[in-house]
């Protein structure tokens, strides 16, 4: 889904010499051989590294959409770190790039492909997919474990800066007034706004158990496209979790709305394993876990609405998934 998405923002072509020169304060006497894109991030622009004599890649990765979340993502990785989750350790930082005027971070690469490429190619194997889901739920699980005292965004120190509610009445409260904003209400399907406040209306309370959960370390952007699986002697592992850019004090209920979307959410068997993982590993997961989580997910497909540079693509796939996620939250009529 995602990776058909337009870019949001403005995009960053670099070459071998410009790779070389961010690499430079940390790799001075290296020689670039390669670079590839990484593609996935829309807000940002990551680059994949080949030096000679460095035994592993190195990622590039250039802040475009906002400076002041790069110290943020960065302590973020390194809390991250210390839990042994699997996230790539960062060799060097600055605020400013011999290229570009853009914060930027260099991380030793992990190894794996994407969920997204594993899901595509065992796409008819319903055992594989419930394999990479039992991986993916037992690394939700590991980020749940991680608590803090009050939900919301966070300062570069970790500390809250902006304060959270994730009950009924907060989330119904933020998404109508998005749905009345000039950009979202433009770029809704005809009657789906009146569809979406109909469906809070009569469902919404049941977030309300959400709030009551203890806050706990919540990706954000848990894409099939952030987030690197390798196969074992022992079956699937998670290698890898990138781009914490959007990491925030929350509710694993956030991160199991956005894995429950294309391709894990339609993969047979998926779900299932992704729910057997997170129980599993300790995960907390309420009895009405996938409405609350699908619900939760509308709070993203309302922001991507309000972003001026949404393409056409990505605004046709957000009324796509808000009519669906409406559909799965509405319980069908009786006959």
């Known amino acids: 889904m995602r990776q058909n998405w337009e870019p949001t923002q403005q ?32 807000a ?18 250039v802040y475009l959409r906002d400076a002041d979340s790069a110290p943020i993502e960065q302590a973020v990785m390194q809390l991250a770190l210390r839990h042994g989750l699997p996230v790539p350790e960062i060799l060097y930082a600055a605020r400013k790039n ?15 492909e994407t969920l997204q490429s594993a899901l595509t190619t065992h796409a008819d194997d319903p055992a594989e997919a419930v394999a990479l889901g039992e991986a993916v739920g037992g690394l939700l699980a590991e980020l749940d474990a991680i608590r803090f005292p009050h939900a919301g965004f966070f300062k570069p120190s970790l500390a809250i800066a902006t304060p959270l509610r994730l009950d009924g009445e907060a989330v119904s409260s933020l998404l109508r007034s998005w749905c009345r904003e000039p950009l979202p209400a433009s770029r809704l399907d005809a009657g789906l706004a009146a569809a979406l406040d109909d469906c809070l209306a009569q469902h919404a309370s049941i977030l309300d158990e959400v ?41 694993p209920l956030v991160d199991l709305g956005h894995a429950l979307r294309p391709p894990g959410g339609s993969a047979p068997g998926f779900t299932a394993g992704l ?27 309302l922001q991507f609405l309000q972003r001026p540079a949404a393409g056409a693509r990505l605004v046709l796939d957000a009324n796509t998934m808000i009519r669906t996620i409406i559909s799965r939250v509405v319980p069908a009529p009786r006959r």
């Open 11 to 42: 995009d960053l072509s670099l070459g071998l010499p410009e790779i070389a020169a961010l690499l430079a304060p940390a790799f001075p006497a290296a020689t670039v051989t390669a670079a590839r894109r990484q593609h996935g991030g829309l």
């Open 44 to 61: 940002n622009a990551t680059y994949v590294a080949t030096l000679d004599g460095h035994e592993t890649e190195v990622g590039v990765r």
């Open 275 to 301: 729910e057997r993982g997170f129980r599993l590993h300790g995960g907390r997961l309420p009895a009405d876990w996938r409405r609350q989580a699908q619900l939760l997910d509308l709070l993203s497909w």
């Open 98 to 112: 011999p290229v570009t005027p853009h914060p930027y971070v260099l991380v030793d690469w992990l190894p794996g």
């Open 211 to 251: 709030e009551d959960l203890e806050p706990a370390l919540t990706h954000g952007d848990f894409d099939a496209t952030n987030i690197l699986v390798q196969r074992t002697d022992d079956g699937w592992r998670i290698s890898g979790l990138l781009d914490w850019e959007f990491a925030f004090a929350g509710s």
